[in-house]
């Protein structure tokens, strides 16, 4: 139960803002859901308003929280309540919940959910088809996500997988080999400790930009092997059959997604919100322009109320002031590099420099995440270890970004030459040389520094590296 102190006031009365109440299945006690307004965003000459449903299309604005700089992680982000809206932080008479929306992948077993993960972390070799390991005989079909192989002889009502020789296949250990060296793994199919995807449907079916992908596809080499597109990320089982895999990453550049930026607190003080999967649905007594706002929020992100069981960030305190970051600890089952409320971090094997950026008077004068500076953001590169390099950008003796001459060779797009963000074209730059060293150093003992597990309820990575984001990976 959620610990809520004595009613002493109701909200403020305000003109209606984003703020509805809500009942938690087989309870009576009203809730407090805050979310997000919906405005069309400013993209030049449109003939017509984007789809309701396409939430990336529009601009969404919170009138109770605010995304600003952490005072948790003073190097990243952070999510703030703030005065002025329709809820009185100050006085509390009931529980109030944030939805934790992004781009969600839904798969039906943990098995899948884990091969995905790994996938969010890097944790993978790229392979063509042809050299994936498969005995006289046999054939390879698509079964679920994945490329299964089939003896012989066996009965399979599956389609034969008819793919070119050089289609690039993503192998997925699921064993204790969590990095590199590259190569095809041959393991006996009964031990299920390699999976296979394609690359292409992997890509789409976790929503990753291909210039990430194509870091994550250094990582078998060592390069930006703490680099990870699981920072973002909560897993939860929404029932028996549907294990879902929500991405509220700031590279995606949508403002609803503002939980993403919610920091696990320091080692100093408990978290001021937790997490919890709850069914609700909306109280019967409405504000009429509330209801309006939430229509256009549900169109969006149905499964907030829809599926039954979605999660939320809920309030535990009765009290709070204007500036105070929310914070909320999540599972136990991956790798702090720092310490947290309760927890001891495991710091990285490898020395890593901290990631520091050039000032820029407009992007810090943006609106977040369109502020947001990080490695995977080729725009605003970290200083001293960038990950993306203009294409070309040499030929004049400089680098694209501000502060980086020069610098490592270039890796060839993560094996796929130049890839493309936003219309521009950019190489994956070599990691430092000191890092990739350590890193190989380390393997060669067997000794990984790269997380590759899944948890019950939430999935995560390292921590750190991240660079305007936040320190929990999760």
Known sequence: ??????????????????????????????????????????????????????????????D??????????????????????????????????LPFVGRATEVEDSLSARALNCILHGAFDVVPFSALPCGSGCRFVLNGIFLESVAAGESCHLKTAALPPDTQVVQVPLCDRTEGGGGVVSIERKDR????????????????????????????????????????VLEYRRHAASVMIVNAHPVYGCAAYAAGAINEPTPHAPPTFEVRQLALTLAPEQDGEALQHWRAFAAAFPDVLDSGNAPFFVALHSQYAHGDEVTAQYNT??????????????????????????RDDALAAAPWPKCAAGWWNPFAQPLGRAVFERAGARRGGASAHPGVRGGP????????????????????KEDRREIVAARRRLNEKGQGTHLHRSGPAVAGGEGGGEGGGHRAAR
């Open 333 to 358: 089952d991956y790798l702090r590099t720092y310490d947290s409320w309760g927890y001891i971090g495991t710091p990285s094997a490898v020395r890593l420099p901290p990631d520091t950026f050039a």
């Open 193 to 232: 400790a390699v999976v296979y995807l394609l690359q292409a449907h992997a890509a789409v079916l976790l929503h990753i930009p291909p210039h990430i992908f194509a870091v994550l596809q250094c990582h078998t080499d060592h390069h930006h092997a703490d680099r990870s597109f699981a920072t973002h």
């Open 1 to 62: 139960s959620v610990s809520i102190g004595p009613n002493r006031s109701r909200r403020r009365c305000l003109a209606a803002m984003p703020v509805v109440s809500v009942l938690q299945h087989g309870s009576s006690r009203k809730l407090d859901l805050v979310f997000p307004r919906r405005r069309q965003a400013d993209r030049g000459k449109q003939p017509s308003p984007p789809a309701a449903h396409d939430a990336e299309c529009w601009d969404w604005d919170w």
């Open 409 to 428: 060779p270039l890796l060839p797009g993560g094996g796929g030459g130049a890839v493309s963000w936003r219309g521009v074209c950019f190489l994956v």
């Open 64 to 97: 109770e929280v605010s995304v600003a700089r952490s005072a948790v992680d003073p190097d990243g982000f952070g999510l703030v309540v703030r005065e002025g809206g329709a809820v009185d932080w100050s006085r509390l008479d009931r529980p109030v919940l």
